[in-house]
């Protein structure tokens, strides 16, 4: 059903390590895109085995990400820690100890109870709808928000709504989607929001601020 391949090529000391990724025969889209997260892992962890630098961690749900046990972080199905809250762990992390890198949200539901930030030299992504973030009340101001920080990525991921137990009737949505003040070096990128309150993407005094395939 899903096949992979690595293109292989030599090494260049001098830049960062990334491989081609081809995909063949894609039909199972939603779960197995983690296959090219754990290959950019694998990259990145030579990369930084090179450098010394440029972390990459990959977060999956406990409950709702079928690959949950290969993660290096998961939230757990018990309720007993939010995704929110694993997630800024995890950002706040890599930003202190390897001075920044790139966090993966593997398919899943990630509940918010609290607006996560955004620390500079990340790049946070999921593999598009598949990753649903969602709120867990209506007090939630932001999914994310960011002052003051720079170098930021956001791609990859679904900004939606809390539902009733009929699956399609609203329960809780964010105020707001995302938020960045006083940032510089800003990209967002393929970002879905649904049923917001306010505003998708709140910009202000941002120098170099990308927002492309992004809608609401």
């Not at 899943?108 to 709120?135: E, H, K, M």
């Amino acid at each position: 059903i899903f096949t992979a391949t690595v293109e292989e090529r030599t090494i260049n000391y001098d830049q960062p390590y990334r491989p081609s990724i081809v995909l063949s025969n894609f039909v199972d889209v939603v779960g197995d895109l983690y296959y090219r997260i754990i290959k950019y892992q694998e990259a990145y962890s030579q990369r930084k085995s090179l450098y010394g630098k440029a972390k990459t961690v990959i977060i999956a749900d406990q409950a709702t990400s079928r690959n949950w046990r290969n993660a290096d972080y998961f939230v757990p199905s018990d309720g007993t820690e939010s995704a929110s809250s694993i997630i800024q762990k995890v950002l706040n992390d890599v930003s202190s100890t390897d001075g920044g890198g790139e966090v993966y949200l593997a398919e899943g539901d990630y509940l918010f109870d609290s607006t996560v930030s955004i620390p500079s030299n990340i790049t946070l992504s999921g593999v598009g709808v598949a990753t649903r973030i969602y709120p867990k009340s209506d007090s939630v101001t932001f999914a994310f928000n960011t002052s003051s920080e720079d170098n930021i990525t956001l791609s990859n991921m679904f900004i939606d709504y809390a539902r009733q137990s009929d699956g399609t009737s609203l329960l809780y949505r964010f105020q707001n989607g995302v938020g960045f003040t006083s940032c510089n070096n800003v990209v967002v990128d393929n970002l879905s929001v649904e049923y917001i309150d306010n505003n998708m993407i709140i910009l202000q005094t941002c120098n170099t601020a990308i927002i492309k395939n992004s809608l609401s």
